[in-house]
């Protein structure tokens, strides 16, 4: 059974940096597309990056986000520059089977972590 924990969040304010961490545990995920995925209140939970043989993002994102992978350590990192208010949400690390496609849909994904709270002021 594979476990997914997240780590990092806090609050910040706009324009600040964080990163995201998500330590993998009771599975091989280094062969697994790795996502992260955010929800912010009252709305659906969305893709926001993942990365499987290259690494993909929703536009909002894009040039702000950079997804890695660290396989000896067994860790997966969102590194979040230039934050906005915007960006405000749970971010959930999850682990996907498909790797022959940049997928971005959440059931694709098997395996969730719990969340961890980003809060951008402004």
């Known amino acids: 059974q594979g476990q997914l924990v997240e780590s990092g969040g806090g609050l910040v304010q706009a324009g600040g940096s964080l990163r995201l961490s998500c330590a993998t545990s009771g599975r091989t995920f280094s062969a697994y597309t790795m996502g992260w995925f955010r929800q912010a209140p009252g709305k659906e939970r969305e893709f926001v990056a993942g990365l499987s043989w290259r690494s993909y993002y929703t536009d909002p994102v894009k040039g702000r986000f950079t997804i890695s992978r660290d396989n000896a350590k067994n860790t997966v990192y969102l590194q979040m520059n230039n934050l906005k208010p915007e960006d405000t949400a749970v971010y959930f690390c999850?682990?996907?089977?498909?790797?022959?496609?940049?997928?971005?849909?959440?059931?694709?994904?098997?395996?969730w972590g719990q969340g961890t709270q980003v809060t951008v002021s402004s």
């Open positions: 999850a682990a996907s089977q498909i790797t022959s496609r940049a997928t971005m849909a959440e059931y694709d994904y098997n395996y």
